[in-house]
């Protein structure tokens, strides 16, 4: 089979309007082979849509892309040989078996009714479905739905995969095996491209990620450079006392050089730490605040320091906090 | 009673193995894309299976004709003809067509319904012939069809119903019908891809089917119509249709009315099959 060596996904100034929702409105994007790719944002960025128009499901008003060298577009045919996507939504059929499902599809694929359930059977088992082959898909649990989501896509051995959303809605342990899975996907030569709304998994897996906002991709890079940019971490603080608030604030402030984001709950604060502006790193930062505030004399509860949200992620790139809408609402209702 | 309630065996984890993973993953020799008219019968296997997990969409196809027959017949029978059974001898072949052409809508309302789902979406993600999801969905349905009919001959047969053309002229009719119905469905996969909701779907469904099922030769003759009505009546492909499984079904042949028939089902899947794939196409 042919490897191809240049980039898998070129996409230049994608836009797509849905009525006067403007879904995206420039997009570019640069996905090497081989390595998964994060499109990170919160619901209504544009995410989605991005994929579905790569995915050759939707057509951009405007601009460009290819996969793997072919036009998304004129070429959708050759493109839809090479990819598979798993969706948000059911992307099997919940009324048939898991096994039903992959028989289908692997006959789709062009096997002979034996190859088709042997395909299927190998791929119930290497996904841990095996005991589940002969019951409906609409009463699998939702770890199981995404896994069998999952085989369904990479029953053609795709050489470019489109994840949207794949641990969305799903318990900590399912989600690890959604990124274990990911992990032997992309080993195997696979290209992954990933949407998610939580930094901590692009993190985890991408190997490049693009912070996606109102259609437009605001900041690219590893996953390094990004959080140099913004912040490796953040601190939160809960106080004993709510009337040391303002006082903690000033301290923080002066101790960490950022903006100390004060929360709805009065004794909680939310504090950058480990941004490109320190030769500190950040937990040297957080333990050099917390000194402060116990010399001070201020009582702290509980404090912890993590990964920065999504939310701290868009405020320091765009100082607005992350916007949520219902994309493919928009789209569903603008494509009627 | 013990309030030990078992929570059942402890459902043994999956630990995905990046070897089981790349067994299946390895490459292997892509088979060749199959062709249009085998992608369209995987599709129609999918409906059968759909059939099999829920069998209770058969209930329109059975139930709904059976009171179709059994209500027009003994309606109207008594004051159209001398007796019901003279009345089934002209009404039956009519009333099949209009139950089996009713069904049709349900391809629409299933479309609709799939679509909100997700499920098209992986398969318009596919290598495969384009209309094939579609057309294989319609080829399920005409098992509905076929069946539909049986039912309908079944209860027109035991009330009384003696068709003069025996089985090839039974046969015969059903076959005109059934071609109809799967030209007519692409009028309802258009509308399943364009409106918004399977109440939308439903509703159209009954404001183009009622109107051209009653204003028809199916339960009076359009003699006794005004002459504007009649016009209508005589344009209408369900009248073609009627009066072609009537003469067939009673052992004559009605060749204007046949032609008519198969016209209008070409031109229902030129006009309708090309504006469906072409909503598909561009969602």
Same mark, same amino acid.
């Given at each position: ?14 836009? !797509? ?11 570019? *994007?640069?996905v090497p082979a081989g390595t998964v790719y994060g499109l990170l944002g919160p619901n209504g960025a544009g995410k989605t849509t991005a994929v579905r128009v790569l995915a050759t499901l939707l057509r951009p008003d405007g601009g460009r892309a290819r996969v793997f060298g072919h036009d998304v577009v004129t070429e959708a045919d050759a493109v839809r040989a090479r990819m598979s996507l798993t969706g948000q939504y ?28 042997? !395909? ?13 082959? $002969? ?6 649990? &939702? ?25 969305? &809605?799903?318990?900590p342990r399912s989600r690890n095996q959604v990124w274990e899975i990911v992990r032997a996907v992309v080993a195997h030569g696979t290209t992954v491209l990933l949407t998610t709304q939580y930094l901590d998994e692009a993190d985890q897996l991408a190997g490049r990620i693009a912070v996606v906002d109102h259609g437009r991709v605001i900041a690219e890079g590893t996953p ?5 940019? #913004? ?5 939160? *603080? ?23 984001? *004060? ?17 500190? $790193? ?7 605040? *917390?000194? $402060?505030?116990?010399?001070? &004399?201020?009582? #702290? $509860? ?25 994309? !493919? ?8 | ?11 043994? %984890? ?45 209930? +329109? ?52 319904? +799939? ?5 098209? +979406? ?6 495969? /012939? ?8 319609? @080829?399920? +349905? ?43 469905? /692409? %009028? /309802?996969? @258009?509308?399943?891809? %364009? ?5 939308? =779907? ?17 339960? =009076? ?6 002459? /504007? ?39 229902? =899947? %030129? ?13």
């Amino acid at each position: 089979m042919k490897r191809t060596t240049g980039p898998a996904i070129e996409a230049e100034g994608l836009t !797509r309007s849905f009525g006067d929702t403007r879904a995206l409105a420039g997009i570019d *994007l640069r996905v090497p082979a081989g390595t998964v790719y994060g499109l990170l944002g919160p619901n209504g960025a544009g995410k989605t849509t991005a994929v579905r128009v790569l995915a050759t499901l939707l057509r951009p008003d405007g601009g460009r892309a290819r996969v793997f060298g072919h036009d998304v577009v004129t070429e959708a045919d050759a493109v839809r040989a090479r990819m598979s996507l798993t969706g948000q939504y059911a992307s099997v059929d919940e009324d048939l078996t898991g096994l039903e499902n992959l028989m289908l599809l692997a006959r789709l694929l062009g096997h002979r009714k034996p190859a088709a359930r042997e !395909r299927a059977e190998g791929m119930l088992a290497a996904f841990g479905l095996t005991d589940a082959a $002969d019951r409906q898909v609409k009463k699998y649990s &939702g770890g199981m739905r995404r896994r069998i989501d999952i085989a369904a896509s990479i029953l053609n051995t795709p050489d470019l995969l489109f994840l949207d959303e794949p641990t969305t &809605g799903l318990d900590p342990r399912s989600r690890n095996q959604v990124w274990e899975i990911v992990r032997a996907v992309v080993a195997h030569g696979t290209t992954v491209l990933l949407t998610t709304q939580y930094l901590d998994e692009a993190d985890q897996l991408a190997g490049r990620i693009a912070v996606v906002d109102h259609g437009r991709v605001i900041a690219e890079g590893t996953p390094g450079e990004l959080k140099s940019s #913004v912040g490796s971490g953040s601190i939160h *603080l809960r106080l004993r006392d709510p009337g040391q608030r303002p006082e903690a604030e000033r301290l923080l402030q002066a101790a960490l050089g950022v903006p100390v984001q *004060l929360e709805p709950d009065p004794v909680a604060l939310t504090a950058r730490v480990g941004g490109a502006g320190s030769d500190l $790193d950040a937990s040297a930062q957080a333990a050099r605040a *917390l000194g $402060d505030l116990a010399h001070a &004399g201020i009582v #702290v $509860d509980d404090f912890s320091l993590g990964q920065p949200s999504l939310d701290e992620v868009f405020l320091a790139l765009t100082d607005h906090p992350a916007v949520t809408s219902d994309e !493919r609402d928009d789209e569903l209702e603008a494509a009627r | 009673m013990s309030n030990a309630t078992t929570t059942g065996r402890a459902p043994s %984890v999956y630990v995905p193995s990046a070897e089981a993973l790349s067994t299946v993953l390895a490459p292997g020799a892509r088979p060749p894309r199959p062709n249009a008219l085998s992608a369209s019968l995987t599709f129609g296997w999918r409906a059968l299976l759909k059939i099999k997990h829920v069998p209770e969409q058969l209930f +329109d196809v059975t139930a709904f004709p059976i009171i179709m027959v059994l209500m027009f017949t003994y309606l109207f029978g008594g004051a159209l003809a001398d007796s019901p059974r003279d009345y089934l001898q002209f009404f039956l072949p009519g009333i099949m067509v209009t139950s089996v052409v009713m069904i049709t809508m349900y391809t629409g309302i299933g479309l609709n319904t +799939d679509i909100e789902k997700g499920v098209f +979406d992986r398969f318009r993600t596919l290598s495969i /012939w384009r209309p094939a999801p579609l057309v294989g969905m319609i @080829f399920g +349905d005409v098992l509905r069809y076929v069946l539909a009919a049986v039912v309908i001959l079944c209860v027109g047969l035991v009330l009384g119903f003696r068709p003069d053309g025996g089985l090839p002229g039974v046969l015969a009719g059903i076959g005109l019908l059934v071609v109809f119905s799967f030209a007519f469905s /692409w %009028v /309802w996969t @258009f509308f399943g891809l %364009v409106l918004r909701s399977e109440k939308s =779907v439903m509703g159209v469904s009954m404001m183009v089917l009622f109107p051209l099922t009653f204003l028809s030769n199916v339960f =009076v003759d359009p003699a006794t119509m005004p002459g /504007w009505l009649q016009a209508f009546v005589k344009v209408n492909p369900i009248t073609q249709l009627v009066a072609s499984v009537r003469a067939v079904m009673s052992g004559t042949s009605d060749p204007s009315a046949t032609m008519w028939t198969l016209l209008w089902s070409a031109g229902f =899947v %030129v006009v309708f099959g090309t504006l469906t794939m072409y909503r598909y196409n561009r969602r």
